[in-house]
């Protein structure tokens, strides 16, 4: 796959392929090469999971960095339950330095499932609000300071709703 592939096939209103890469439990590139050869020729875009299960793997960042390196198009995921909003800005600044322009975000499995199950989960945004907040950063050409009170008032009661969705007490 190539960076360019993926956004070809959107554009031009095809299906597009995509698969999530099973990241290593190491910090080995080479597994990260190895997994993602697999799917040479049969994908236009690699999702890279965030802490899949609840469980520690490879960061997504890092896989997306070793893969956007070698020509892949990436997505990104980031999951509202291991960072805040200024962790998530930063990671997404980060990843847009390193060119990868594709990101999904969602709530995350619940740590209790995982293999810390002592972990504290983080859950400042639902993932529509990270939506919100990620569309906002693009749109503001990555600006970073995301204080306008109406997109406060909706981020809080998203919040709220996330409370729900994601069992945050």
Do not use: W
């Not at 907040?133 to 970073?144: C, G, I, K, L, S």
């Not at 109406?150 to 709220?160: K, R, S, T």
Request: aromatic residues 4%.
């Amino acid at each position: 796959t190539s960076p360019g592939r993926f956004e070809r096939v959107l554009r031009a209103g095809q299906f597009a392929i995509t698969a999530e890469i099973a990241p290593p439990d190491s910090a080995d590139p080479e597994d990260v090469y190895e997994r993602a050869a697999l799917f040479d020729g049969y994908v236009d875009a690699i999702n890279a999971t965030d802490s899949s299960g609840a469980n520690c793997h490879m960061s997504s960042m890092g896989i997306c960095s070793l893969l956007t390196r070698r020509g892949y198009a990436m997505i990104l995921q980031q999951s509202c339950r291991d960072r805040n909003r200024i962790a998530m800005q930063g990671d997404i600044l980060g990843a847009a330095a390193m060119g990868v322009c594709n990101i999904l975000c969602l709530c995350g499995d619940g740590v209790q499932s995982g293999d810390h199950p002592e972990a504290k989960p983080v859950f400042d945004m639902d993932s529509i609000s990270a939506l919100s907040m990620v569309r906002h950063m693009r749109d503001q050409q990555h600006d970073h300071h995301y204080h306008n009170d109406q997109q406060h008032e909706h981020l809080h009661q998203n919040d709220q709703k996330r409370d729900q969705q994601c069992h945050v007490p």
